[in-house]
């Protein structure tokens, strides 16, 4: 099982700054990697797909780099709406992974 | 467009088996997704249960394995979740979801809460 973790658990920002997300694999995901938001009482939404590509209609100041074991998400300028939890997922191999998470929380 | 929903009892009893439906409307005929399970334990993260390929082929997480069975009933547009021998650690909210061939799981329903108590 490929064990994929995530930092930091929880992160403070002030609305307009920038967050950078960390993801880590147990190994090669290769560019198999999603990251999904997750705000409380919804589904996740999926944010990224193959580490880099935003899913249809997703901001443009959303971005994701990495490949192999080392992955990034970057909310380039934050907005309210983006508070909430974020998970990476791997999908180069079964069974199918996330990890932990990261709270992204007003500072 | 694409909507998933969740369907099933809200309590079930521990040693009993949950079931859960899930019915896929304005799907298209693609025949190159995996349809999925996930849960979300409370206060805790999400985690994948099993797949079905539209071929019937399916995948389990291995410590659950045992006591998952996924299904599709495609003359339905429904694929389906039992699992057996419950306890309270299967109390979440659980989601199915669908996931393209080498892509992220883009189509999610809104989820069903499901509490394992007697």
């Known amino acids: 099982e490929i064990v994929m973790t995530q930092s930091p658990a929880t992160l403070s920002v002030s609305p307009g700054e920038r967050a950078t997300l960390s993801c880590r694999a147990s190994q090669s995901v290769s560019s198999y990697l999603a990251w999904y938001q997750h705000k409380p009482g919804q589904a996740p939404r999926l944010l990224i797909s193959g580490a880099s590509t935003r899913a249809t209609g997703i901001p443009a100041r959303f971005s994701g780099s990495g490949s192999g074991t080392e992955f990034t998400l970057t909310i380039s300028s934050l907005q309210s709406e983006d508070f909430a939890v974020y998970y990476c997922?791997?999908?180069?191999?079964?069974?199918?992974?996330f990890g932990g998470g990261t709270k992204v929380e007003i500072e | 467009q694409l909507q998933l929903q969740e369907s099933g009892p809200g309590l079930v009893k521990p040693s009993e088996t949950l079931s859960l439906t899930c019915t896929v409307s304005?799907?298209?005929?693609?025949?190159?997704?995996?349809w999925v399970w996930i849960r979300q334990p409370p206060g805790k993260g999400l985690e994948w249960i099993g797949s079905?390929?539209?071929?019937?082929?399916?995948y389990y997480n291995p410590p659950l394995k045992s006591r998952v069975t996924v299904s599709a009933d495609t003359s339905k547009n429904q694929f389906s979740l039992k699992l057996t021998s419950v306890t309270a650690a299967d109390t979440a909210v659980y989601y199915c979801a669908r996931r393209p061939f080498y892509y992220g799981l883009d189509v999610w329903g809104q989820g069903t809460t499901v509490t394992v108590s007697s």
């Open positions: 997922q791997q999908f180069h191999s079964w069974p199918l992974t």
């Open positions: 304005g799907a298209s005929s693609s025949s190159n997704y995996y």
């Open positions: 079905i390929s539209y071929s019937g082929s399916t």
